[in-house]
């Protein structure tokens, strides 16, 4: 385990250099995180990343699963996961090209089997949304009639998101159903920051910060099955799903800049007395459902599904944009190769798992008629180790999202998340001889 951990940090250290490299100008995300709340995040168990699903009918007794509940009630073992990731994203609207890197820590979840495989808790931190972008535009304006024009630049960045803490119960019903509940608390917190740059001298440098946030309570439900024996001897099927009830969450608004006030540099509230200061964000109804076919224990096929209702949301603040808000669909496609389940095979190659897997997604954007969606490659190893039933997960995604139609912009995406899992028998005491 303790190896492990080492490794996974080492791993860790080159994903923030690359990250680091990187000047301020070229840190962001995906352009199209600027509308309304940002990007939905898909949750993705780490065993299941390197096929590109979220796991809602994957179960793992060594892997934390944060894609649904129910699975919490079926594990044996304590289990711990934190996943970190860094995402190059390549942007083009057929004139320019520019380049953004992203290094995000995605999530961390315990599980504790209260009754082993009968009852478990799991704990965890998600992102629901992330809003990280960067966007420039170029104009003039003429002071006076017949006066010369006055370049200025107008740059917009983006930061934030919607993240959730979240306690829940998996619960085993005999020996091949289970069902799962969790509740959540969702934080918002997205910021807007605005520069405009001016050519001449007539004009200073004007900058304010728009700023969202606000708290609501969420919840979710899981169910998951599985059958053995169904189509030959020792093969398994299994299917699980997951519900998440849409939220409602109170924002404030804030708008703040730094001006001279008093012949001193002071942070101020710059929103007039007639502004919106308070308002809401809501986020949809969502659903997934999977089914996983093991026709051994070394190798596993899986199809899942996951649909998001955003034309049901608004965002108060922004009603113009709740119009390109679209239902979203996901679908997904992988597989996993396990050879180390074959006795005798003492071979480094043979003690990893192998993952692939494709997915396609429709986006919950629509741009002037043009639907933004999102076709990406997956590929996954599993590192195991070999003292304690703990692993490192490396998964790696290549994609597209969006279109150059319009002025729109098309991306360019390539990806690389690290997990780590931890997987003990706690609370027994250990002999030793």
């Given at each position: 385990m303790y190896r492990l951990t080492i490794i996974f940090i080492l791993l860790l250290f080159p994903l923030m250099a690359?990250?680091?490299q990187a000047d301020r100008e070229s840190a962001g995300g995906s352009s199209y995180s600027s509308i309304g709340v940002g990007l939905p995040v898909d949750t993705h168990s780490s065993i299941t990343s390197g096929m590109g699903l979220p796991g809602v009918s994957v179960f793992d007794s060594f892997s934390a699963s944060s894609s649904n509940p129910a699975l919490w009630g079926v594990s044996f073992h304590t289990q711990g996961n934190i996943s970190a990731g860094l995402s190059n994203f390549q942007t083009s609207d057929g004139i320019e090209t520019s380049r953004f890197n992203q290094l995000t820590v995605d999530q961390f979840q315990l599980v504790l089997p209260i009754i082993r495989q009968s009852l478990g808790v799991s704990i965890g931190f998600y992102p629901v949304t992330r809003s990280s972008f960067q966007l420039s535009s170029q104009g003039s304006i003429a002071p006076e009639p017949g006066s010369t024009p006055i370049q200025f630049l107008n740059n917009l960045d983006g930061s934030g998101g919607i993240n959730k803490?979240?306690?829940g119960l998996g619960y085993r019903f005999g020996t091949n159903f289970a069902i799962g509940y969790a509740a959540s608390v969702y934080l918002a917190s997205i910021d807007r920051n605005f520069e405009t740059f001016f050519d001449s001298p007539r004009f200073s440098t004007l900058e304010y910060t728009e700023s969202y946030t606000g708290a609501a309570l969420g919840n979710r439900f899981g169910i998951y099955g599985r059958l053995?024996?169904?189509l030959r001897s020792n093969d398994r099927i299994s299917i699980g799903g997951a519900l998440t009830l849409?939220?409602?969450?109170?924002i404030d608004?804030?708008?703040t800049g730094y001006r001279f006030v008093g012949n001193q540099f002071s942070l101020v509230d710059l929103l007039p007395s007639t502004g919106v200061r308070n308002g809401n964000i809501s986020l949809p109804l969502e659903y997934s459902a999977g089914i996983t076919y093991q026709p051994s224990g070394q190798f596993n096929v899986t199809a899942e599904y996951t649909a998001?209702?955003?034309n049901d949301t608004d965002f108060s603040f922004h009603p113009s944009q709740e119009e390109y808000l679209v239902n979203r669909s996901r679908y997904g496609v992988g597989m996993q190769f396990h050879p180390y389940v074959v006795e005798g095979r003492e071979s480094f190659l043979s003690?990893?798992?192998?993952?692939?897997g494709a997915s396609y997604d429709t986006g919950h954007l629509n741009i002037d008629g043009h639907g933004i969606d999102t076709l990406m490659f997956h590929l996954g190893i599993g590192v195991l180790s070999q003292q304690a039933q703990s692993s490192i997960d490396i998964s790696f995604q290549y994609g597209f999202r969006g279109t150059e139609a319009q002025n729109l912009i098309e991306e360019r995406i390539w990806g690389i998340k690290l997990s780590l899992n931890l997987a003990e028998?706690?609370?027994?005491q250990q002999r030793f001889q």
């Open positions: 690359v990250a680091q803490f979240e306690f053995n024996d169904l849409p939220v409602e969450i109170d608004r804030e708008v998001q209702q955003w003690n990893l798992r192998y993952s692939a028998i706690m609370f027994v």
